[in-house]
């Protein structure tokens, strides 16, 4: 895993179960998957046994640690920039979002957009706002570092970021942890 890697984290727990189900309903690709995320965080800094990983959770936009062991039993990351991103840009990105607060409202936009995606085959806008959910903060990171991942005006569906993320993986030398 290099620095800006997109770390994604298993799935677990009931609400995850619940959501996922639903998911299942309106998307055959996520219906599909055998191993199915639920959390995206950024490989932010190398430590000694682990990673300082970059996320948005419950308490907003932080910076956590966690061993390489822990990494390894529920994580799969994509190194999805070709070159690791400048050490500055970095910075940059996480001095305007740390402590930005969490986005509770994004399940219910993405519940919305995926039923009129399916039904209407119509995207639905991105409501602007400066909260940040981990799918909408895996997505910035990667605009803000040159290699946008979806269009920064629509609501971000996870199944599609990962079918982008896991189609780098195949062309390139990404793996799990």
């Known amino acids: 895993m290099k620095r800006g ?7 677990k727990g009931f609400l995850f179960s619940i959501l996922s189900a639903l998911l299942c309903i309106f998307d055959s690709y996520w ?5 199915k995320p639920w959390h995206l965080s950024i490989a932010w800094l190398r430590g000694m046994d682990g990673w300082y990983i970059l996320e948005a959770a419950g ?3 932080e910076i956590n640690w ?3 062991k822990a990494l390894s039993e529920k994580t799969r990351c994509w190194d999805w920039f070709d070159e690791e991103p400048e050490v500055s ?3 940059t990105f996480l001095q305007e979002h740390i402590d930005k607060r969490y986005d509770v ?5 993405t519940g919305l957009a995926i ?3 399916h039904y209407f085959n119509r995207p639905i806008p991105k409501l602007l706002d400066d909260r940040f959910c981990c799918w909408e903060l895996a997505a910035e990171f990667c605009a ?3 290699k946008p991942v979806v269009s920064k005006y629509d609501v971000i569906i996870l199944p599609e970021l990962i079918r982008v993320f896991r189609n780098k993986e195949s062309r390139d030398v990404s793996q799990s942890v």
């Open 59 to 61: 308490q907003g936009v």
């Open 31 to 35: 219906r599909h998957l055998d191993w």
């Open 105 to 109: 409202a994004i399940y219910f936009w």
């Open 89 to 91: 840009q970095m910075e």
């Open 144 to 146: 803000e570092m040159g």
């Open 66 to 68: 966690y061993s390489d």
């Open 115 to 117: 039923i009129i995606r």
């Open 5 to 11: 890697a997109i770390v994604a984290f298993k799935g």
